[in-house]
């Protein structure tokens, strides 16, 4: 078998899977900028800490508002983000587990906090079609489920 064989890929797009979330979250940011409109630039005077602010909070959410390419192969797992790619070989994680967006991999032997930093997380698509495939390989590569 070949190193380079895909094995599963998927989309994961949340903006356009949960119109309803979406939507409340649009009018959350709405609401946000211009409270902080009012406090920076209104009050304060301050228009860049009003564009750093929205900037930061902005690019906080960004992952939602993107669509996620996952492909599993062989050897390795890569995550394509609108602009970046992660890849990394499933001898970096230690065990992996079912969280409330998808599966987390984590790099330790059990489930730290520290694991929405170092590890990884494959969110589900809405239908979740890739679930069963995908518990299967990483049963396979990874091996520890906790």
């Known amino acids: ?4 064989e895909l094995k599963l890929k998927w989309v994961s797009y949340p903006f356009k899977d949960f119109p309803a979330i979406s939507a409340l979250l649009i009018v959350f940011l709405i609401v946000i900028s211009l409270l902080l409109w009012k406090i920076t630039v209104v009050n304060w005077n301050m228009p860049l800490f009003f564009y750093l602010g929205m900037g930061i909070f902005f690019l906080s959410l960004i992952t939602y508002f993107i669509p996620t390419t996952y492909e599993l192969y062989e ?6 983000y609108w602009l970046i790619k992660a890849e ?7 065990c992996y587990y079912i969280d409330k967006k998808g599966i987390m991999l984590s790099t330790f032997k ?4 520290l694991d929405p930093f170092r590890g990884l ?4 698509s809405k239908t979740k079609n890739e679930k069963v495939e995908l ?7 990874i091996g520890n489920k906790v």
């Open 1 to 4: 078998m070949s190193n380079n």
């Open 75 to 80: 050897d390795k797992i890569i995550v394509h």
């Open 88 to 94: 990394r070989p499933y001898t970096h994680f230690g």
């Open 110 to 113: 059990m489930p730290r906090k």
């Open 121 to 124: 997380s494959l969110r589900f």
């Open 135 to 141: 518990l299967k390989i990483l049963e396979e590569k």
